[in-house]
Structures are given as structure tokens and as C-alpha cells.
């Protein structure tokens, strides 16, 4: 049946995928604003919170990649009219990156000081970061697995369950935040940073379990290892290698980031640590559009219908923009509040108030950026996706931040590096589509 381009099957998906897509910043940020709000070592742990999710958010993009490889090739398949070729791949492909999650596990926790000293963290920011991280670190897996799941609904063209597992996920790990965090009067002894931790990882096992549940009634894909191996596993391992190379340039980026802002000083990372959670969180709330292009534009590609590509992309981009534009104009009306909410630390949010401008005044920029990354997922352009980050990063980011550095801009110079960063993206992708997809259109 071939798919419609209309305003209610885009945002039957992009909304749900929205939801689900802003879970796992989402996590981070409730984080972020309850421990910052600590009364004892709240600077500290607003700081190391900031590390260590910059840490975790690096490895679990880099392993995640699977979600968009998995996402794309059943959603090819199933606009050809082939799904049953591929039942055997996601199981295969879940198990290889599961175990792979396991051993980075296993080994970057007994190596955690010496990554978050190079990290710039010492001090008791250093020591909180290692109890947050050797309990936060047990999610990885779990998250990767949640991701793997939600790459398989999406080929499916289903974000509804997804949204439904992240919405029981936030809204858990809110309430176990704010007991385990804070504790209760005799009954609870307030855990601190140490709470926020076990808050996460309790929400990520609750959010896995919901997914292998659903995944089991609710699909008739099998999560049983069966051999031998499917045609299509090397096309998936090629694609996530590609996706995986980019995403350590874009996590070299963000590490980068943290570790200049880190160096500023206590207040500096505090700032950026707000900054970046707020950016994050934006990003997962446009690319619901990005998940819509991927999850539509795979399909329109099995049924090669180019015109369709054409015009779903003309509309994911009009929609975002429009979801990106009263982000920003929430960001203006609420300059000061949103910031009140991370931290009381007068010196933090002034330093915040003095870059938040140049978060908000990107949103439009971000939007182009990664409504067609999804877009281009969909398609399974992942080499050029994994280009145009190794350029943007290597030849744009990097340079521009120690040009600041050099030139003594502090945080207006990290967050400079990222508009020109995004720019690079956008402009990229979109040259991109036109040049390929423009000579493909049928006329009439």
C-alpha cells in the first residue's frame, strides 16, 4: 500500500517519537536540576553530574547506532513487500551489541578515575563522578537494549510503544529522583548524587522490561538467537560501523566541550552542564521529526517512491521548524526561570543567562540538521552521514573552539564552536538530498 505524505501520518509518528526521543535526556535533566538543587556540595554535584552524563551520552551513541541501522533496513523491507527476510536480523544484531556494551562496561568502570581526570574533574568533583558513575554505568546496557527495541518499532513504522515505555520511564525516575535524592523523613535517608544514580538506573530496568514485554505481544519478531546468519547482517554491521565512526567524532565534540568548560572553573562547567542538558533536550524533542523522516523516508525508498521523499521532506523540515521556533520563544519568555530550575547557585546561573542566548538562537539551525540526519538514516546514507560529521567536527567544531580558547571568549567561544558546527551539518545534508533526489522526480 503506498504510503501517504499527509500533516496526520507524519505526526502520527513524530509525535510519539518525540516523547520517546526526549527520554533519555530527559533522565539526565531531572538529574541535573534536582542535584543541583542539593543543600550540601550542590555545586560539586551539579558538575559531576555534567561529566559523567557527558560520559554516558558519548557511549551510548556510540553503541546505539544499531537503533537507526536496525530501523532502516526493516522499514526498507517492509515498503518492498519483504519483512519476512529480514525476521532473524534484529535478534542477531541485539545480541552482537549487547555484548559489545557488556565489555566496555566491564571495562572502562575499573579505569573510571583515569577518565574523568582527563575529563578535568579532580578534587570532590572527581570523587562524586566515580560514585555516580560505577552505579549509573550498569544502565548502559539496558539503555542500549531499550534503543534496540525502539530501532525494531520503528521499522515496524510504530512509535507508539516506544513513547509509552519513555513516558513510564521519566515519570519514574522523576519520583525516585526526588525520594531517593532527598529521601523521607524517617524512612528514607537522602542518598544525594548517589540517589539521582539509582533513581536512573532503577527507571532504565523498569524502561528494558516494558520493551522486551511489548516487543514479545505485541510483534511477531522473535528475540531467539537463530542461525545462520541473515543476508542483511553486513549491511547492518557496515552501516552501524559508519554511524559508529561518526558518532565518536560528534561525542569527541561534546567531550571536548565538557572538558574546556571543565577547565574554566567550577561555575563554568555548572553553566554548561545546564546549557548542554537544555540543548540535548531540544535536539530530542525536534528529531521527532528526524525519527518520522527516517521511519517514512525508509519505506518510500523500498517503494521508490522519489516524489513522496520529495515532499515528506519539504513538510518533516516545515514542522520542525515550527516545533524548533516556539522552543526558542519559550526560551526567551522564560530566559530566567528555566535556569532557577537546575541550580541555586547565583554564580552558575549568571554565568548560564550569559550563553543561553546563543542556544536559543540555533534551534532554527539544529532543526535542519537533524530532521534530515534522520532523513538520510531512513535511506541508509550512513557513509555520508559519518563524513559530514568527521568534516563538521574536524574542520568546523574544533577549530572554532580553540580559536576561542585562544582568544579568551570562555564559554561564548564553546558554544560559538557549536552553531558553526551545526551549520556545517545542515548545509551539508540538505545540498546533499537536492543533488540526489531532485534529478529523480517525475514530472506531471
Same mark, same amino acid.
Given at each position: 500500500m503506498k504510503t501517504l505524505?499527509?500533516?496526520k501520518t507524519i505526526n502520527r509518528l513524530a509525535v510519539p517519537a518525540t516523547v520517546a526521543g526526549i527520554a533519555e535526556p530527559l533522565l539526565s535533566i531531572t538529574d541535573t536540576a534536582i542535584v543541583g538543587n542539593i543543600p550540601q556540595n550542590g555545586l560539586e554535584s551539579l558538575a559531576a553530574a555534567g561529566i559523567v552524563g557527558s560520559f554516558l551520552s558519548m557511549l551510548i551513541w556510540i553503541l546505539g547506532q544499531t537503533r537507526s541501522s536496525i530501523s532502516a533496513i526493516m522499514s526498507q523491507y517492509l515498503g518492498a513487500g519483504r519483512l519476512e527476510e529480514v525476521k532473524s536480523l534484529p535478534a542477531q544484531a541485539i545480541f552482537f551489541n549487547i555484548s559489545l556494551s557488556i565489555l566496555i562496561l566491564i571495562s572502562t568502570i575499573f579505569v +573510571?578515575?583515569?577518565i574523568f581526570r582527563l575529563l578535568e574533574a579532580s578534587g570532590k568533583i572527581l570523587e562524586f563522578c566515580i560514585s555516580y558513575y560505577s552505579i549509573r554505568v550498569w544502565g548502559f546496557p539496558l539503555t542500549l537494549f531499550t534503543f534496540a527495541v525502539f530501532g525494531i518499532f520503528r521499522g515496524l513504522q510504530n512509535t507508539y510503544w516506544p513513547m509509552l515505555i519513555a513516558l513510564v520511564g521519566a515519570v519514574l525516575n522523576v519520583v525516585l529522583d526526588l525520594i531517593l535524592v532527598y529521601g523521607i523523613e524517617d524512612f528514607i535517608a537522602p542518598m544525594y548524587l548517589e540517589g539521582a544514580a539509582w533513581a536512573s538506573l532503577?527507571?532504565?530496568? *523498569?524502561? +528494558? %522490561?516494558? +520493551?522486551? *514485554?511489548? %516487543?514479545? %505481544?505485541?510483534?511477531?519478531?522473535s528475540l531467539r538467537l537463530r542461525f545462520p546468519l541473515n543476508p542483511e547482517l553486513g549491511r547492518l554491521v557496515v552501516m552501524s560501523l559508519n554511524l559508529f565512526v561518526r558518532a565518536l567524532a560528534l561525542n569527541a565534540a561534546l567531550v571536548l566541550a565538557v572538558r574546556e568548560a571543565t577547565a574554566l572553573g567550577d561555575r563554568y562547567i555548572g553553566a554548561h552542564t545546564i546549557a548542554l542538558n537544555l540543548w540535548l533536550f531540544a535536539a530530542f524533542f525536534i528529531d521527532g521529526y528526524g525519527a518520522a523522516?527516517?521511519?517514512? $523516508? $525508509?519505506?518510500?525508498?523500498?517503494e521508490r517512491d522519489y516524489n513522496g521523499l520529495w515532499k515528506l521532506s519539504k513538510k518533516i523540515i516545515l514542522y520542525g521548524i515550527v516545533v524548533s521556533s516556539a522552543l526558542a520563544l +519559550? /526560551?526567551?519568555l522564560f530566559y530566567r526561570p528555566i535556569g532557577s530550575l537546575f541550580s541555586n547557585e547565583t554564580v552558575v546561573l549568571e554565568t548560564f543567562y550569559s550563553v543561553f542566548f546563543i542556544l536559543i538562537l540555533g534551534l532554527p539551525m539544529n532543526t535542519v540538521a537533524f530532521v534530515f540526519d534522520g532523513l538520510f538514516k531512513g535511506l /541508509?546514507?550512513?557513509?555520508?552521514l559519518r563524513n559530514v560529521l568527521l568534516s563538521a567536527t574536524f574542520l568546523g567544531f574544533i577549530p572554532t573552539l580553540?580559536? $576561542?580558547?585562544?582568544? $579568551?571568549?570562555?564559554l561564548y567561544g564553546i558554544w560559538i564552536a557549536f552553531i558553526v558546527w551545526m551549520g556545517i551539518r545542515g548545509g551539508a545534508l540538505v545540498w546533499k538530498f537536492r543533488r540526489k533526489f531532485r534529478p529523480l522526480l517525475q514530472k506531471g
Open positions: 505524505i499527509t500533516f +573510571a578515575e583515569d532503577i527507571s532504565q530496568g *523498569v524502561m +528494558a %522490561l516494558m +520493551a522486551f *514485554v511489548l %516487543l514479545v %505481544l505485541k510483534t511477531q519478531i523522516g527516517n521511519i517514512m $523516508g $525508509g519505506k518510500l525508498l523500498g +519559550a /526560551g526567551v /541508509g546514507e550512513m557513509k555520508y580553540y580559536l $576561542g580558547k585562544f582568544m $579568551g571568549w570562555g
